[in-house]
């Protein structure tokens, strides 16, 4: 069964579908239209009320219907197939490299089939490793096989992904880890964010941006200067207060960051790099300096953060739908009907905000100030 949620932003209508879990920002009367899709309300009867309210030839609002029907209900309400894809010699596979990894009193291991599913992780975890444990709380196997790689946890098979969709494999790798160190179900949790999440000791927020705009480079000094890195790339919400909580992956410096990090993380000179084939970049990884694992803050603001040479410092408010149609397509969104409906009215309530800078110390004044609620 499809179940669509619709909820107001602005003036536009966000649409929610249960069975692709994509939302489509929409104008009200297409989503009018498509609810009445939804609720049986035949095409022709759909096209006569068109007609009607809005003065139009019959067959344009029945073009309009058909166009609306053919091009957003049916492919977001049509039963998704399980592309993934096991293999039946798994239990006979040799796994050539194996890491432990430490995340408050839980010991990972995690053997990977070759080096390159160690890279697909270890960079971002490293600095979690340690060298021996008389106890392991669960083991991570992960394999490639004809491009496709997998997951199993405990020897249950998680799942498996094409080359090209590799991102949600480490998605799905951090989904439980993140479980684990928080003891709590994937139903849990609100969404996972491609952002970085800091707070104070009051309460946290999102920093967001397009690749190459700065982001990570904008936590480190926010971190040097007194904030706490909750997590980067991929933040954590919970369903219950809705509070970002930590996630222990390392924040990715690149090369021509630097110069500007240097003075504040001097262990970043002899810091090993990595190339990260994918992206095609050469980066560094800076552990979180945080006092616990445990953290986790009420958040309620969203920044998208820009580094632009010679700006100074712009600061203002953004519409709620530009935020929203930025933050969506990288975010995990839980696909539990209860908790979508918890998740846009979260971000109803969300502060959004445009920051472009050139000024490292008024960027930090201006995020301390939206986390001390001083904007």
Not at 47 to 69: H, M, Y
Not at 79 to 89: G, M, V
Not at 288 to 299: A, I
């Amino acid at each position: 069964m499809n179940i669509l949620l619709r909820s107001f932003i602005e003036d536009k209508a966000v649409v929610w579908f249960s069975n692709t879990n994509q939302y489509l920002v929409l104008e009200k009367k297409t989503s009018d239209i498509i609810l009445q899709i939804n609720n049986g309300i035949s095409l022709e009867e759909i096209s006569k009320e068109l007609e009607s309210e809005l003065q139009v030839p019959l067959n344009d609002a029945i073009d309009f219907v058909k166009q609306i029907n053919n091009e957003i209900y049916e492919p977001n309400t049509k039963n998704q197939q399980d592309t993934s894809q096991i293999t039946s010699a798994y239990n006979i596979l040799d796994f050539s490299i194996s890491k432990l990894y430490q995340i408050n009193n839980l010991v990972f291991k995690v053997e990977f089939q070759s080096e390159f599913e160690e890279y697909l992780v270890h960079p971002k975890f490293s600095h979690l490793e340690i060298n021996t444990s008389n106890n392991v709380d669960h083991i991570f196997q992960v394999f490639t096989e004809n491009n496709i790689t997998s997951l199993l946890i405990d020897h249950k098979f998680i799942g498996s992904w094409p080359r090209k969709d590799i991102h949600y494999f480490q998605g799905k790798f951090s989904m439980y880890i993140v479980q684990y160190m928080h003891n709590k179900p994937e139903d849990d949790w609100m969404g996972i964010f491609h952002a970085s999440g800091l707070g104070n000791n009051k309460k946290s927020l999102l920093i967001l941006g397009d690749s190459g705009n700065g982001k990570s480079t904008s936590l480190a000094i926010l971190q040097a200067n007194g904030l706490t890195c909750l997590a980067d790339d991929f933040v954590p919400i919970d369903i219950e207060k809705k509070h970002v909580y930590t996630f222990p992956s390392a924040i990715s410096i690149k090369k021509n960051s630097l110069e500007t990090l240097l003075p504040m993380y001097p262990e970043l000179e002899n810091t090993a790099e990595f190339h990260l084939k994918r992206l095609n970049k050469i980066v560094r990884f800076l552990p979180p300096k945080t006092d616990g694992m445990n953290h986790n803050l009420p958040c309620n603001d969203l920044v998208f953060i820009k580094y632009q040479k010679d700006s100074g410092l712009k600061f203002s408010s953004i519409s709620k739908i530009e935020a929203f149609q930025q933050l969506i397509p990288d975010s995990w969104i839980s696909r539990k009907t209860e908790n979508v409906e918890v998740f846009l009215n979260w971000f109803a309530n969300t502060n959004c905000y445009q920051l472009t800078y050139s000024d490292n110390d008024k960027m930090v004044t201006t995020i301390k100030s939206i986390l001390n609620d001083d904007i």
